[in-house]
């Protein structure tokens, strides 16, 4: 079975401050990580994918995620947050052995940035 | 013109009462897939399909059922609505992985049911 964790149902920072939202996975294969962004009203956007490849991926709009397999975590950062990433973000993995399973997502972290 | 459309945006309706929320794609995809989100749990995957002959039940099937059309669209019924089921309906689809092994999901803009 595959499962994630995200630590933090929600997250403040300060305009141009980084952003960190943390994603732990749990999966018997090698996975597919992905990470979502909705905005208020609406559906569900992807930011990036991890398919393997290289471990940091980067994403739209600037944000970043790299895969630890020893810790089994795939964090979300930027940079500087800027107030349009205010959002619920979501991670979500996928078996990468078998074309037949659909994904498991986190709980969401609510991103809220300060001016 | 979205590629991924959900009718209705918003519902109201009463307990015990039949509804059917849909679910069109234009993106040509395979696999269509109806999640549920509640606040605080995140998506909750209810039913998906492959292909139009290949349906399967996710985590949280019971009290919906689901029909695929054709290769477009995919429904959502609730036989009997109950007010647990007052959540935030999506539908998404995916390309078959094929080579690539990618399942990337593709989100509608969602429903918003209440039960009364």
């Known amino acids: 079975a595959q499962s994630v964790t995200q630590l933090g149902s929600h997250v403040s920072v300060s305009e141009g401050a980084l952003v960190l939202l943390r994603c732990n996975y749990s999966s018997s294969v090698p996975p597919y990580l992905f990470w979502y962004v909705q905005y208020p009203n609406q559906g569900l956007q992807l930011l990036l994918k991890?398919?393997?490849?290289?471990?940091l991926v980067k994403g739209i709009n600037g944000f970043e995620a790299e895969f630890k397999k020893s810790e089994t975590s795939f964090h979300l950062t930027k940079p500087s947050a800027h107030m349009s990433d205010a959002a619920e973000y979501f991670c979500a993995v996928s078996r990468g052995d078998t074309g037949r399973r659909a994904l498991t997502f986190g709980s969401g972290t609510r991103l809220q940035v300060q001016p | 013109d979205a590629d991924v459309t959900q009718t209705p945006r918003n519902r109201i309706t009463k307990t015990g009462k039949r509804i059917m929320l849909e679910c069109s794609q234009t993106k040509g995809h395979d696999r269509m897939y109806w999640y549920r989100q509640d606040p605080g749990l995140g998506l909750q995957l209810i039913y998906y399909?492959?292909?139009?002959?290949?349906?399967n039940k996710g985590e949280i099937s019971d009290g919906y059922s689901v029909s695929r059309q054709a290769q477009a669209k995919f429904s959502l019924s609730l036989e009997s609505a109950i007010p647990n089921q007052t959540a935030l309906y999506f539908c998404a689809t995916s390309d078959s992985p094929g080579t690539r092994g990618i399942n990337e999901q593709f989100f509608g803009p969602g429903t918003r049911l209440t039960v009364l």
């Open positions: 399909s492959f292909d139009v002959k290949d349906i």
């Open positions: 991890y398919t393997s490849a290289a471990t």
